[in-house]
């Protein structure tokens, strides 16, 4: 079995590069870059520098303890949550930018739902003096006013879009038809493993290091350089990739991935995308899609803002179909519960996306030696009112 992508940018039967005519020659133009550019030492070397001094990389891997005691084995945290921004974001958007620059791009764009992304996106072209524009839809811009405050101070334009819902897929639709119209000086930064060949595996590459990381943290703390287990949330899929890529060929790792279930997969007010999803085309990708009876797409729901996409990496997709990763659905009052557990008796507040990771803690059986390694996607700062306003409804 072969987990990896393909020369036509397929993983198995999911993946493709489904885009208009006018694009065709700056996604090929991708496709023909990204890989000499990410290998070549030149890249790899300021790539590092600023993981490092920038990012504050390697992030720490930490053993829970207590969190150890409650599920009876070895749970160890990747702490993405300490990175610059506050999420594993910003690994890829510093490693695009820098392939954007080298391709001689002067202008970036970027679509963003709750913002996370948006933000980062901002944060790095402040960092290199590259012009930014973020297209978030206008529902998102008024739910996630501090994100937008954020990203104006950074110097980006945050144009609202005010197209169907208002929300992440339109803001996509609408960054898609910039770059359309700028295809020669643009360089469209794309959030997570979703959309045309090459962003899947480019960004799984920008996140890898990830996995590059546990492989080493864990061969010093337990003398081998894997676990038993993998757990990450999957919204489009990036954090995850990032933590399963130098494990996907080792059978011996199990992979557990958390979709957001929302109020229940059966409620119609879900993202659990592989669970509900059938096969469709979503932003240039043939991948497991949210839809109705018309292959109208319908918009998920989940009380985390960053795991609402109706479509999903198409990786994901072809590990579930070949059974390589076991896909559990949290729904939102388990991952609340996971959240306040783990800010209980740990002392870390996990972004609420990262808590669906730890929510399907519980829902697996361990045995006592179990090595365990879950990514803490990011901080739960932005999450706080979403946490404040569910400890008032129990009390
Ligand atoms: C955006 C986000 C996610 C979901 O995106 P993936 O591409 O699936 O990783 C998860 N956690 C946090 C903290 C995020 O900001």
Redesign the pocket.
Known sequence: MNYQIDENGFYGTFGGAYIPEILHGCVENLRNNYLPIMESDDFKQEYDQLLRDYVGRPSPLYLAQRLSEQCGCNVYLKR?DLNHT????INNTIGQILLARRMGKRRIIAETG?G??GVATATVCALMNMECVVYMGKTDVERQHINVQKMQMLGATVRPVTSGNMTLKDATNEAIRDWCCHPSDTFYII???VGPHPYPDMVARMQSVISREIKRQLAEKTGRDYPDYLFA????????AGTIYHYLDNEKVKIVLAEAGGKGIDTGMSAATIHLGRLGVIHGSKTLVMQNEDGQIEEPYSISA??DYPGI?PLYAHLAQAKRATVLAINDDEALEAAFNLTRIEGIIP?L??AHALGALKKTKFNPSDVVVLTV??RGDKDMETYINALKNNH
């Open positions: 993405e506050g999420a594993h974001k709750a996370q992304h959030g997570s493993t949330c999957v919204g489009g899929g990036s954090n995850a960053g795991l990496g972004a996306e990262s996607s990011g």
